[in-house]
């Protein structure tokens, strides 16, 4: 089966476009292009007042004091927020997505630098930055927390002593698998690897950093918040469980978004003080914050100290996977996941192979860090998971002498296997991933890299092939399964068609720059045949979409384009009922062809979609219990993950004077079922190997033995530019999700978490002639060169 | 203080405080919000407009240095209701997908494809070095800008491209 026969439109629409899946230029370029999209900043709304936040220069500390007075008087300001303002109004905590509490501004003490304390409204933004400089804080400094492998020291300082009765910093422990039957396998086994590994603390960076607009009318009561993010619904239900404001009266509005990874699911500080701000003075209130406010305080990713077991044996057949993780939760527990998964989905670690035994615990702790966890296109930790054992294949691979590649495909899930129900508890739907490795294998020219090194390695030139295979499992979730704070992960979708024939879809989902204008028309075009540029998709309103969870951990296709595959099956079957009607016949006489009803053997008598709406708004006599018009509306719940999967390797060359690498070539073999749009699809695939290179070799954000952050600004925070990226090689398999409508799986994620292990990977292949068995992300020059004399670096710590 | 500038072909002048950005002058007091800003160190070049048919990044400029100037924006890159090759190669390359780096990224493709019409993959991804996307990974930038060069007196028309154009 190919893409082709999936994807290939059959016919085309008037203004060239497929009907259904095929290639198709993008509907929202249009405003893009031409600098007419609707960014938060752009927004303007009348008498909108302008807010700036003060945050702590230090990370942890107890607050003494709080001067305004002079900010006060400042001519354009208009009010000034402190902790002690909140909590007279009760919201000086807000509850966050991990059922702990964050403050929205500081009252007792900051826990890390650049936390909330105040906040100014002016006139101007100008006005408000000029109004914090005069804001007088007294701090008295205690010892911080920096060091996640020492947050459970005995002498550790507490740093959550506002929960009455805490006296360390433990958030939780958490385990998946099997315990016992794990050590009974490794105790059998020939080979056990060990490695202690860390997937370091990232940013996601959207090149639009997160804001809001908040109005309060003081009249109607009502609550309008425009902002970045990316689950405009389950804000409103936050809102008016934080702030205790009538669901009904709130309304969010989340305009264009430029790019969100993650970084924009959750409430920020920002967002509940303009409204505070907004309910004080009585005007709208804008907040936008600067990109150190951005990285320094909004979600990180990551931070994931784990442990790797891996045993097999002699031959290389793979038993089982052990893993302890110190998971680094920062000062608040704020990751956004499935509320009984506390580490996320990370207990898919056992990865793409067929294992005995598998056993992982993890542990939270709290630090002097940023509130985070899961953000940065990670689909719930499977990044960290995917990692850990992609690079414990690679060191069993090593320790038994064997290709990685051979070691692999010796060890992949077979096709006849699925669905494959995990030894942590995960079914596997679908998937063929040998034809994915043996496919990247080719294109890549695999034997003839490998002879290319042997040759360079002679002549002392380092280079260095590395592979990954990943399955991700996306699309939460099953109801019964997965919520987000009590909300059960489904997603509506309402379809109507216009008399006309011409369509509007509302989504609950939001885009964050993945196309759903043009993707989801296209699904719903699949469906029924009408042409993609007459379905306008509307999302991103609270007050004209359904309710649903949002676009994260790749969910979108996988949830809310099943939801709008349903809801056009099920328009198509009411037309079917009409037309039924109209030709005065029995609806089993019809036959469906693409966008028209017909007779069973005469062709000719038939009626188009759009003949059937204009019958279902006239004046028809329609069959008992059927209604006018030609609306469906769905709740999608999915009854299981997707399960895309990939084959990823990565060539580099590493300098032995420096430890530059260069990533010389990337491959990546995607499989995520039928791409409805594959342009946009292999974009996605794109840019997430952009961050997997970015992760690999570039980005961190660590902290010096102060707690200050070292990766506050984007001159710190190093993200890749188009001359560290590759021009990027892919491929595809086609497997379908058998219980997905259209066979779809979700892809926003799969290179993120996919393509870091391929270039450690492909670094540490490189450094075998230096004897390097292991070196933690970032590969960054000095960490290479250091890994090379045999002491590489601890990357979380600024100072060694 | 007084400023006057050319900004688009269109003279405008305002009275501004002397710190203004010349990014926010052009989006907060000029409306043309197509320029971005998207970080406080000079790096992102989202922000990257033409001072004198120049790219720069406008956040390391002050309004009052623009005095007397001529700044073009992406709103200027339209002409007469026709796409410049540039934003129609973005188009059908698929070189954006938030959007919020392509104003930018477009600008300083047009800038080369004046000077050099017919650049190489490493001539494009070297002029665009300074400006970051999360989206692309760059790869269909760059194919944009050499469609761009392939295609230099071909813009197409205004209004819903979308539905004009198909690969």
Redesign the interface.
Known sequence: MTSTQHTAPSTTSP???PIGFG???????????????H?L??LVVPGMLHAAILRSPVAHARIVSIDTSQAEAHPKVRAVITGATLESLNLAWMPTLSADVQAVLATDKVRFQGQEVAMVVAEDK?SARDALELIDVEYDDLPPVVDARKALDPDAPVIRDDVEGRTDNHIFDWEAGDKARADEVFAAADVVVTQEMLYPRVH??????CGTIASMDRVTGRLTVWSTNQAPHAHRTIYALVAGIPEHNIQIISP??????GNKVGIYPGYVLAVVGSILTGKPVKWVE???ENLMSTSFARDYHMKGEIAATRDGRILGVRVDVLADHGAFNGTAQPTKFPAGFFHIFTGSYDLEAAYCKVTGVYTNKAPGGVAYACSFRITEAVYLVERMVDLLADELGVDPAELRLKNLLRPEQFPYVSKTGWEYDSGDYPRALKKAMEIAGYDELRREQREKRERGELMGIGISFFTEGVGAGPRKHMDILGLGMADGCELRLHPTGKAQLRLSVQT????HE?TFAQIVSHELGIPP?DIDVIHGDTSNTPFGLGTYGSRSTPVSGAAAAVAAQLVRDKARVITAAALECSPDDLEWEQGRWYVKGDPSQGKTIAEVSMLAHGTLELPEGVEGHLDASVVYDPPNLTYPFGAYICVVDVDPGTGQVTVRRFIAVDDCGPRVNP??V???V??????GVGMALMQVIAFDEDGNCVGG???DYL?P???E?P??ETGETVTPSPHHPLGLKGIGESATVGSPPAVVNAVIDALEPYGVRHADMPLTPANVWMAMQGRPMRTDLAVQ | MQVTMTVNGNEVSADV?P??LLVHFV?DHLG??????????S??G?CVLWLDGRPVKSCTVLAVMADGHEVR???G??VDGR?DPV?QG???E?G????????GM?MTARWLLDHQPDPD?AT???A???????????????RAVRWAARHPAEPTTAQ????????
């Open positions: 203004a060239g476009n290639r198709m230029l993008r509907k929202e370029d249009a405003r893009f292009l031409r600098g007419q999209g960014y900043d752009d100008y996601p960076a959207p090149m639009e950093t264009d978004i430029g790019g969100g990874f600067d990109r150190g964050q720059g993945q196309g043009t540029e342009m946009i292999e974009g996605q794109h840019g997430g190997l952009a961050d600004s984007f001159m993200l530019t188009s001359m990226c021009s990027w | 405080e710190r203004l989006r043309l919000t197509g320029t971005h800003w998207g970080c406080d160190t790096q992102c989202t924006t992406v709103e890159l339209e796409l934003q973005f188009m059908e698929h954006l997908q938030c959007g919020f780096c392509t104003p477009m993959e494009i991804r070297e665009i070095s300074g400006q970051l996307c999360r989206c692309t990974g760059y790869e269909n930038i760059v819903d491209t979308s539905q004009e154009v198909q690969a």
